[in-house]
């Protein structure tokens, strides 16, 4: 008897021929690093989201951080300031708030895993200078009651939308409110490069400055010394004590080809997705899938049930070939975030019981079938 096929968390699909093709345009050139198609990208990008502006980075840590130290500098934070941000989450969202000298302050999650506008109120100090918001899964969560939070607190806003590529909100990109919004394009995310990221200021001085600072503070970039102005312009200034932060061609060359294809996939996520949902119907005693927002069209980079004894069940789901995962373990379970231990009870107990079936666009209905069946069949045995 033939075995399954193991079913892994995250498997990238690419528009192999199409991507070599947009390469090979790079090296026919012979322009791999920044401006040739990252410019592309990003007019491409805009194009796509609306936003107004849009820098590629080459990841969405960086871009995290570089929303910080510019909103830092032009509003004149203080070292220990606070920013709230969420304990379900991977640690680069809270890592970039440590690396501007700044405390990350934790407000509890809701039913969506994400942060719960009530708890951020009462989280709000005279020391608090940002929110932090993060959009797990793809999900928009209370974004709405965020918002509202920050605008009548007169607080920055920061939306790490590092799994939120194609995500919709009543019919249009979230967080056009947000004075610095933040995506993924690492390997496994649903538009897949190799690694690289997208930061959408929404005030144009951001975005100029961000340029700068992602060049190592130079205040032209070699792209822009060379193109269009004959022989390379060697003289430049050096403005402030910039980053090396910037994205390069090639991987920019792969993004515009999986941006054609990302509407196309994220549908074909959200019929996986339903597929697990009707699974589980009738069932949500013993599996909970996380509900989607509202007026949210998810991108579903996430699939996500609670369910008891989670530890047992993935290592059953992995004797049969199965390979789930968990998203996010509790931030203040690490010891380098351990101040904020007990602070947010929700958030400890569903980092406890949350797990993330496997989810991308090589699935088929028998596949998830398979899995629904392999945690349906656990939940009875353990129950």
Same mark, same amino acid.
């Given at each position: 008897?033939?075995?399954?096929?193991?079913?892994?968390?995250?498997?990238?699909?690419?528009?192999?021929?199409e991507c070599l093709a947009e390469i090979r345009e790079c090296l026919e050139k012979g322009w791999t690093g920044l401006g040739y198609k990252t410019i592309d990208f990003e007019e491409a990008w805009k194009a796509y989201t609306g936003l107004p502006h849009a820098h590629f980075l080459n990841s969405a840590t960086v871009g995290l951080h570089l929303a910080l130290h510019i909103l830092? +500098?032009?509003?004149?934070?203080?070292?220990?300031?606070? /920013?709230?941000? @969420?304990?379900?989450?991977?640690?680069?969202?809270? $890592?970039?708030?440590?690396?501007?000298?700044?405390?990350?302050?934790?407000?509890?999650? %809701?039913?969506? *895993?994400?942060?719960?506008?009530?708890?951020?109120?009462?989280?709000? @100090?005279?020391?608090?200078?940002?929110?932090?918001?993060?959009?797990?899964?793809?999900?928009?969560?209370?974004?709405?009651?965020?918002?509202?939070?920050?605008?009548?607190?007169?607080?920055?806003?920061?939306?790490?939308?590092?799994?939120?590529?194609?995500?919709?909100?009543?019919?249009? @990109?979230?967080?056009?409110?947000?004075?610095?919004?933040?995506?993924?394009?690492?390997?496994?995310?649903?538009?897949?490069?190799?690694?690289?990221?997208? /930061?959408?200021?929404?005030?144009?001085? $951001?975005?100029?400055?961000?340029?700068?600072?992602?060049?190592?503070? /130079?205040?032209?970039?070699?792209?822009?010394?060379?193109?269009?102005?004959?022989?390379?312009?060697?003289?430049?200034?050096?403005?402030?004590?910039?980053?090396?932060? &910037?994205?390069?061609?090639?991987?920019?060359?792969?993004?515009?080809?999986?941006?054609?294809?990302?509407?196309?996939?994220?549908?074909?996520? +959200?019929?996986?997705?339903?597929?697990?949902?009707?699974?589980?119907?009738? $069932?949500? %005693?013993?599996? +909970?899938?996380?509900?989607?927002?509202?007026?949210?069209?998810?991108?579903?980079?996430? #699939?996500?049930?609670?369910?008891?004894?989670?530890?047992?069940?993935?290592?059953?789901?992995? %004797?049969?070939?199965?390979?789930?995962?968990? &998203?996010?373990?509790?931030?203040?379970?690490?010891? *380098? #975030?351990?101040?904020?231990?007990?602070?947010?009870?929700?958030?400890?107990?569903?980092?406890?019981?949350?797990?993330? *079936?496997? *989810? &991308?666009?090589?699935? @088929?209905?028998?596949?998830?079938?398979?899995?629904?069946?392999?945690?349906?069949?656990?939940?009875?045995?353990?129950?």
């Amino acid at each position: 008897m033939s075995v399954p096929a193991p079913l892994q968390l995250f498997v990238p699909t690419f528009q192999i021929e199409e991507c070599l093709a947009e390469i090979r345009e790079c090296l026919e050139k012979g322009w791999t690093g920044l401006g040739y198609k990252t410019i592309d990208f990003e007019e491409a990008w805009k194009a796509y989201t609306g936003l107004p502006h849009a820098h590629f980075l080459n990841s969405a840590t960086v871009g995290l951080h570089l929303a910080l130290h510019i909103l830092k +500098r032009d509003f004149g934070w203080a070292d220990g300031d606070e /920013i709230i941000s @969420t304990p379900l989450t991977f640690v680069s969202s809270n $890592h970039a708030v440590l690396y501007e000298n700044l405390k990350v302050v934790f407000a509890d999650v %809701d039913g969506f *895993l994400c942060l719960d506008p009530e708890d951020v109120e009462k989280k709000i @100090t005279p020391q608090t200078r940002a929110i932090m918001f993060v959009g797990l899964g793809g999900n928009t969560g209370q974004w709405s009651g965020i918002v509202k939070i920050a605008r009548e607190r007169n607080l920055k806003l920061i939306l790490d939308a590092a799994h939120m590529s194609g995500t919709r909100l009543e019919g249009r @990109t979230p967080g056009v409110e947000a004075d610095a919004i933040v995506y993924s394009f690492q390997a496994v995310k649903n538009l897949p490069t190799a690694d690289s990221g997208m /930061i959408c200021f929404k005030e144009e001085r $951001h975005d100029v400055l961000a340029r700068q600072l992602c060049w190592l503070g /130079i205040n032209k970039d070699t792209y822009a010394r060379t193109v269009g102005q004959g022989a390379y312009k060697w003289k430049y200034d050096v403005v402030a004590p910039g980053f090396k932060y &910037h994205g390069n061609s090639v991987m920019a060359a792969i993004g515009l080809v999986q941006l054609r294809y990302l509407d196309r996939d994220n549908a074909y996520r +959200r019929q996986l997705a339903a597929w697990y949902d009707e699974g589980f119907r009738g $069932h949500e %005693d013993k599996v +909970r899938p996380v509900p989607v927002a509202p007026g949210c069209e998810c991108s579903r980079h996430l #699939y996500v049930v609670e369910v008891a004894a989670r530890d047992d069940l993935l290592m059953a789901l992995n %004797d049969c070939g199965i390979y789930p995962g968990v &998203h996010y373990r509790d931030n203040t379970e690490y010891a *380098l #975030y351990g101040y904020g231990r007990e602070s947010c009870p929700k958030a400890r107990r569903l980092s406890e019981s949350i797990l993330s *079936l496997p *989810l &991308h666009i090589r699935l @088929t209905f028998a596949d998830i079938e398979r899995a629904v069946r392999a945690v349906l069949t656990w939940a009875k045995t353990f129950n």
